[in-house]
């Protein structure tokens, strides 16, 4: 309880807050589809599509995230980090007015276009929190910023009996409204301010996030040296610019940091992240022929999201990074080759068919399991690992990655699910958790507790005294 009474703990949790309500309407924007495309393929609504264009509408979120990688991870280095979210909130806003006055599939096309280019930057937030936030703080702070993702769909799939997809639009103009406010009262990153040469600004805002204790000092000084180590070694004239862009993409610091994030973004999708935002329904109705089944267990599947990462607090506090994203990735590689088994064995030999809730429950459970090791950990990884000289690269090296992935798991899980069927695309799913666990075990390094600059040390190989920190900084 000692935290509570800590106003540093509460100047942190400000930017908590604000970020999480923008995450909240996150996943009011990732579950919309959900509500959105069975009233297009049923004809329930004033604008009828084919299931190819839903499909299509659905993956446009991912493809226009290509489009957003262009200018979103420059604008986050050159511009800040309070000007970026909130250009990140009014992005999303125009693409849900979209939506609400849309009467035709161009509409719905343009405004998931514009919240596809949002998605380019999505690993954005995730380094503003790491940037934020104490060492200490970071896991769970990071746990409860995907916990208000999963509450923004817990609210769309519980609005889907009562609401229309359009009201459920302009609901969600509310958070990013809310979000942008607060954003207004953040003072600037500190090693934003370092990274731009700002050190006295810079000691301002690290001194108020993170206060003038003997450790803060310590972090601060560490911050200053390297930045100004890096600024002393800054190219000169622009062809030396484009040449250093250009080697950055192969150096060791830069390279084994993305090798990870792949890792773990793909871990992030075959773990269900985003398939049972989007698709669950479907998956649920394929599996036992009841609508009224799948709409239950996508609300169940939201409320056990929830009380999973109550329980990835506690775990992501008390155990290392690497240890949580090995062990439960096993875990989640064993269940997903279960379900895939159990699926085969119902659809081929009829064992287990008259039991209907057995396996959209071990669906649920799989996704619990996700949630209390995999999911959010591996989205703390990534806002821990790269070397801030490599933010800007590194969020369009993540981003790709990520709208790359989601683009296609989106677009060709229809498609593996005619071919396949459900039990196949578990089968694949779990080949790609098995294969993730693997790479990890070689080479995800241990940021648990650790300053962001001590992690980069640790990627770069650079072993620093408290000498050296003390005369740069002075």
């Known amino acids: 309880?000692?935290?509570?009474?800590?106003?540093?703990?509460?100047?942190?949790?400000?930017?908590?807050i604000g970020d999480s309500v923008h995450s909240a309407?996150?996943?009011?924007?990732?579950?919309?589809?959900?509500?959105?495309?069975?009233?297009?393929l049923s004809n329930s609504t004033d604008i009828r599509a084919t299931p190819e264009e839903v499909s299509w509408i659905s993956a446009s979120l991912g493809f226009a995230g290509l489009v957003g990688l262009i200018f979103l991870p420059p604008f986050f280095q050159h511009y800040g980090r309070k000007t970026i979210h909130i250009g990140l909130n009014c992005l999303l806003s125009i693409g849900f007015l979209c939506f609400f006055f849309s009467n035709s599939i161009t509409g719905l096309f343009l405004g998931k276009f514009i919240q596809g280019i949002d998605m380019g930057g999505v690993t954005i937030t995730i380094f503003i929190i790491a940037e934020y936030s104490h060492p200490k703080r970071r896991g769970y702070f990071m746990t409860i910023k995907k916990a208000s993702v999963s509450l923004g769909s817990l609210l769309c799939h519980s609005l889907y009996f009562s609401w229309t997809w359009r009201q459920i639009a302009l609901i969600a103009l509310v958070p990013y409204t809310i979000s942008t406010v607060m954003i207004l009262f953040w003072p600037e990153s500190p090693a934003y301010l370092a990274m731009k040469g700002k050190y006295k600004e810079c000691e301002k805002s690290h001194v108020w996030l993170f206060g003038n204790s003997q450790k803060s000092i310590k972090d601060l000084d560490e911050l200053i040296t390297?930045?100004?180590?890096?600024?002393n070694k800054r190219p000169k004239t622009p062809t030396e610019m484009v040449k250093r862009i250009l080697r950055k993409f192969a150096r060791k610091d830069f390279m084994k940091p993305t090798l990870i994030v792949a890792l773990l973004t793909l871990m992030v999708d075959a773990s269900g992240r985003y398939y049972m935002i989007l698709y669950i329904i479907e998956i649920v109705v394929k599996i036992t022929g009841d609508t009224s089944t799948a709409v239950y267990c996508s609300i169940a599947a939201d409320i056990f999201t929830m009380i999973a990462?109550?329980?990835?607090?506690?775990?992501?506090k008390q155990m290392p990074r690497?240890?949580?994203?090995?062990?439960?990735?096993?875990?989640?590689?064993?269940?997903?080759?279960?379900?895939?088994?159990?699926?085969?064995?119902?659809?081929?030999?009829?064992?287990?068919?008259?039991l209907l809730w057995l396996t959209p429950s071990l669906i649920v459970f799989n996704s619990f399991m996700g949630f209390v090791g995999v999911i959010p950990t591996a989205f703390t990884v990534i806002g821990e690992i790269y070397p801030l000289e490599h933010k800007g690269t590194g969020s369009f090296a993540a981003g790709a990655l990520f709208t790359g992935f989601y683009a296609i798991t989106v677009k060709c899980i229809p498609k593996i699910i005619d071919k396949l069927g459900v039990g196949g695309m578990f089968a694949i799913f779990a080949t790609c958790l098995l294969v993730c666990v693997i790479g990890l075990y070689f080479t995800l390094i241990e940021t648990k507790d650790r300053t962001l600059q001590d992690i980069e040390d640790e990627i770069k190989g650079i072993k620093r005294t408290n000498e050296q920190c003390f005369m740069n900084a002075t």
């Not at 309407?25 to 009233?39: D, F, I, K, W």
């Not at 990462?309 to 992501?316: E, Y």
């Open 1 to 16: 309880m000692r935290c509570f009474k800590d106003v540093y703990f509460w100047r942190q949790s400000l930017i908590l």
């Open 25 to 40: 309407g996150t996943g009011l924007m990732l579950s919309l589809s959900s509500v959105l495309n069975p009233a297009l």
């Open 226 to 231: 390297a930045q100004m180590e890096r600024r």
């Open 309 to 316: 990462l109550i329980f990835q607090g506690f775990v992501i």
């Open 322 to 354: 690497r240890k949580i994203l090995l062990y439960f990735g096993v875990i989640s590689t064993v269940l997903t080759y279960t379900l895939s088994f159990m699926i085969y064995l119902q659809s081929k030999y009829k064992i287990g068919a008259n």
